[in-house]
């Protein structure tokens, strides 16, 4: 845990029990796009956990982000990591968030994302199951708000 | 201070609201600027793009083995749908005949992927409508036709089904015997969303809805369950049948709505949920002994596909989708291109905003089914601005082998 005021500190204590989500697309193919919603979903419900996936990012505590990151998300990607409050945590979903393949090689793609902004977990597989999506989304959250 | 008083006159025919790209209830980054005057939608302008990979570029670095997984990635929902078109067009040029047994295993993967693809718009659309029980209702449905894509091909989202003359995976005795009982429980849960979205409120919050007549329908190039919607009776599978939907040609039927609206396009996808489980059930009725796929290895197919061109269409879920595909003939690619649904579609959503309501806007883009991932194309370069100004040709790196 970084140091912090107490005022950050007992922000992010408050962040164990309910942190809210914001997804954020950089040019993934919607196969995670889709599971990040499946794990909301009654079968694997991470919403058990307090998550709740809100529309603005300046309510969320958590992102995640998918894609490689495109050129044109570029600029985006980090103009929404910003309007983030602090403390916030980032989970990279996705093989493409996380190494850029299998779009390695293509002129657009300026990721992987952790070259970009900081990454507190990754998650990998192509898409990743909802299972391990969740468990990504508990990982960032003890590394950053416990 | 003085008594002056200004009457500020605001031109409300120019006042322009941003949609995008980053935005609640958009899913996927597109940018609309959307020209309102009062509650009234007078324009829309739509930018592409945000999130263009170049894949037909990158393609034509990879063989085609490679490249058949790279089409895999263009769409997460259509996958299989983008591998069989691929998968087409390189046995058309390399006149390879799949096993009968192969091409009903690659319908039966394709039809199951049009049912969880139609199962998850209707859960978007109920979000849409702000029905969440639905929308939660929906996605669990959708949940048992991700179980038989685990168990057919080992994964829930893209399948890597297809290879070049024939498909990867088989299907034993005791497989057909579950996707059977699954089909019975699809059907029962899909009775049930039916029997919801034709309850008043949900008629009357759609009908209407992002008109689209059929000489518009027609003149602008829509296909699929869009353009069936505005009535207009096109369907890939029944024209120009690839795969096995030549000999399945007796077992479904093209639904059509003549309503043209948000409703209209609804009710033609939840139809075709139960046209896609009876066509299910006549797939593993009929499904043919046999080899699944040719004997050799996948390296010695890939070479066997020499120079020539083929243009492949299919009937994704979201309409048609079409590939064309110029090789090498020495397992490469010299030319790819795909031409998606949504790109079709997108044009018609001009047609069908105009006029509406702003707070139908998402209502009325979640209606065509947009898959933006397939739909963007162009990186805009400019040279003068520097930065951004390297050709793309020369930042494109081989791929490491």
Redesign the interface.
């Known amino acids: 845990m970084r140091q912090e005021g107490s005022a950050v500190r007992i922000g992010a204590r408050s962040r164990i029990k309910s942190p809210w989500l914001f997804h954020l697309n950089t040019g993934s193919c919607n196969g995670c796009d889709i599971e990040i919603v499946a794990s909301l979903a009654p079968r694997y419900d991470a919403e058990r956990l307090g998550c709740v996936l809100v529309g603005s990012p300046r309510h969320a505590d958590v992102i995640l982000v998918t894609g490689p990151v495109t050129r044109q998300m570029l600029p985006r990607v980090i103009r929404v990591y910003e309007q983030l409050p602090e403390p916030k945590s980032l989970v990279a979903v996705g093989t493409c968030a996380a190494s850029g393949a299998p779009f390695i090689g293509s002129g657009v793609i300026e990721g992987p994302l952790d070259g970009i902004i900081p990454v507190d977990a990754y998650v990998l597989g192509c898409p990743p199951r909802p299972e391990a999506i969740v468990r990504g989304i508990v990982t960032a959250v003890r590394r950053r708000f416990s | 201070m003085t008594g002056e008083t200004r009457e500020l006159e605001y031109d409300y025919s120019r006042l322009v609201v941003p949609f995008g ?5 958009l ?3 597109v940018h609309f600027k959307v020209f309102v005057k009062k509650e009234e939608v007078v324009d829309v302008g739509l930018r592409l ?7 037909e ?2 393609a034509e ?1 990879r063989n085609l083995v490679q490249a058949m ?2 089409v895999e ?5 259509c ?1 299989h749908s983008h591998t069989t078109c691929f998968v087409g067009a390189l046995e058309e040029i390399g006149r390879i005949q799949p096993s009968e047994r192969a091409l009903y295993l690659r319908t039966l993967v394709f039809e199951l992927e049009r049912l969880h693809s139609h199962l ?1 718009w209707l859960g978007i659309m109920a979000y849409e409508i702000g029905f969440d029980t639905l929308f ?1 209702f929906a ?2 449905t ?2 048992a036709v ?1 179980d038989l894509f685990e168990e057919i091909t080992g994964n ?3 399948h890597s089904m297809n290879v070049i003359g024939g498909v990867r995976w088989d299907l034993d005795g005791r497989m057909v015997e579950k996707v059977g009982r699954s089909m019975s429980k699809v059907r029962e849960a899909a009775q049930r969303i039916r029997e919801i979205f034709q309850d008043k409120t949900v008629e009357e919050r759609l009908s209407g809805v992002g008109l689209l007549d059929r000489g518009a329908a027609q003149e602008l190039c829509t296909v699929g369950p869009t353009a069936r919607g505005s009535g207009l009776k096109t369907d890939v599978r029944k024209e120009d049948p690839y795969a096995a939907y030549g000999a399945l040609e007796g077992s479904f039927s093209i639904v059509t709505r003549t309503e043209g609206d948000a409703y209209a396009r609804t009710e033609v996808r939840i139809f075709e949920i139960f046209e896609t489980i009876n066509m299910i059930n006549e797939i593993l009725a009929r499904l043919p002994g046999g080899s699944i796929r040719p004997g050799e290895t996948i390296i010695r197919s890939m070479n066997r596909v020499p120079q020539g061109e083929a243009v492949s269409r299919v009937e994704a879920p979201r309409g048609e989708l079409l590939y064309y595909v110029r090789t090498d003939g020495k397992g490469g690619l010299r030319r790819l291109k795909v031409r998606t649904p949504t790109l079709a579609n997108i044009v018609g959503l001009r047609q069908m905003l105009i006029g509406g309501e702003v707070a139908d806007i998402p209502v009325v883009v979640a209606s065509i089914d947009p ?1 933006l ?1 397939c739909t963007n194309r162009i ?1 805009v370069i400019d040279l003068d601005k520097g930065g ?1 100004g ?1 050709p ?9 082998h």
């Open positions: 790209p980053v935005h609640p209830a899913k996927e980054p793009g945000h999130v263009h990979r170049g894949i570029a990158l670095t997984y790279l990635r263009v769409c997460g929902i996958s998850l939660m996605f669990n959708r949940e991700l829930r989202v893209h898959c991932s990186t951004a390297e793309l040709r020369r930042r494109r790196r081989k791929w490491p």
